[in-house]
């Protein structure tokens, strides 16, 4: 009998702080809705090829997202091209066009499993000898879910490029046949499992996206949720939902205030060699003050983005 092993989690290591509070979702068949999105201060753009394209316009959506990515136009948006599964008629195609056009990432959709992300890697590996560009891959499918550790454990092999997890409610809720109450019941499970297997090998992980657009409120309370769960950031299908999603994701300013006593606690000599202090009354042990490091890097990465001079902020 051949053992299969998964690899065991790497030491925790400093995460990447590029902040992916808002990654928005931009059909590739849209011209008008690729160049507003240019303008928008989404941190991420999905440029897509897949769900939200019809079969008609496939290879209208590969030409006008390549000449988008080739024309370099997004400033400091991180730019993700989702193709479509390899074994669809545009799989391959899409995926040679992406490797050609050189986005930051290409998203795998509907990845069951490792030998998804492994097999597309190595295709990127023979054109992109480089590694500009990462693989993301999107837990959408129950066995996605099933094996997420066996599919994040692909993340600390630099060879596989795996860089992120997106979570794609809407297929979930398709193939479970749950419904999607307002409290996200049922969805709960799927994205804590996908999180703590994303945390153990070092990924970043996006929630999945809030249907109702005109829903401010109840997109507010979402992003709040996937914030309370863990999420770095949501994927978004609307200009509308970018403003809300950024607050949310922003570390607050009472956050950013707390963490910066922490770290200043500690780098008093006297508490050089404790591992537990008292901050305001509080408890305070150096687990604390890793995460007070992490707090002050993203907002020190946020206000880096915001002082590019771009028009959307
Ligand atoms: C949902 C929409 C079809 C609504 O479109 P529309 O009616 O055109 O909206 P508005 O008139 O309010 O649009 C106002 C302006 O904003 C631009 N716009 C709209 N959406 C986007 C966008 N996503 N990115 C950039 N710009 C956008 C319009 O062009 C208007 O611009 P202007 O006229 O110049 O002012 C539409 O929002 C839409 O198509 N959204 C994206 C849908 C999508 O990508 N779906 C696939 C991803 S979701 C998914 O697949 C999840 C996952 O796989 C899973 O399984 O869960
Ligand atoms: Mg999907």
């Avoid at 925790?12 to 590739?28: I, K």
């Avoid at 492994?118 to 590996?125: D, M, N």
């Avoid at 560009?133 to 066995?143: H, V």
């Avoid at 009354?281 to 590019?308: P, S, T, Y």
Wanted: some cysteine.
């Amino acid at each position: 009998m051949v053992r299969r092993t998964i690899p065991a989690a790497p030491e925790p290591t400093p995460m990447a702080m590029r902040p992916r509070r808002s990654v928005l979702y931009v059909p590739g068949d849209n011209e008008r809705a690729i160049d507003k999105a240019k303008t928008l201060a989404a941190d991420s753009i999905i440029l897509d090829l897949e769900d939200s394209v019809a079969p008609a316009n496939k290879e209208l959506a590969r030409k006008q997202t390549v000449a988008a990515i080739h024309a370099g136009e997004f400033g400091s948006h991180e730019v993700i091209l989702r193709v479509n599964p390899i074994e669809t008629p545009w799989g391959m195609a899409d995926l040679q066009a992406a490797i050609a056009a050189v986005p930051d990432a290409i998203l795998v959709p509907k990845v069951s499993q490792s030998g998804d992300i492994v097999g597309t890697a190595k295709v990127l590996k023979a054109a992109d000898a480089d590694a500009r560009i990462r693989l993301w891959a999107m837990i959408e499918t129950p066995m996605g879910i099933i094996n997420a550790r066996e599919i994040a454990a692909c993340g600390p092999d630099p060879d596989n490029r795996l860089a992120c997890f997106v979570v794609g409610t809407n297929d979930l809720l398709k193939e479970s046949r749950a419904r999607a109450g307002s409290n996200r019941f049922a969805v709960v499970p799927w994205l804590a499992m996908t999180l703590v297997a994303a945390r153990a090998y070092g990924l970043d992980v996006i929630d999945g996206v809030y249907n109702d657009f005109k829903d401010d409120s109840g997109f507010r309370a979402e992003c709040e949720h996937g914030r309370t769960l863990g999420m770095d950031g949501k994927t978004l299908i609307h200009p509308s939902q970018v403003a809300p999603c950024n607050e949310i994701f922003s570390p607050s300013d009472d956050e950013v205030t707390w963490a910066t006593k922490i770290i200043k606690a500690f780098e008093q000599p006297e508490n050089a060699r404790k591992g537990v202090i008292t901050v305001e009354g509080r408890m305070v042990e150096r687990l604390h003050l890793v995460m007070a490091k992490r707090v002050a890097a993203i907002a020190d990465a946020i206000d880096a983005r915001a002082r590019i001079e771009e028009p959307w902020f």
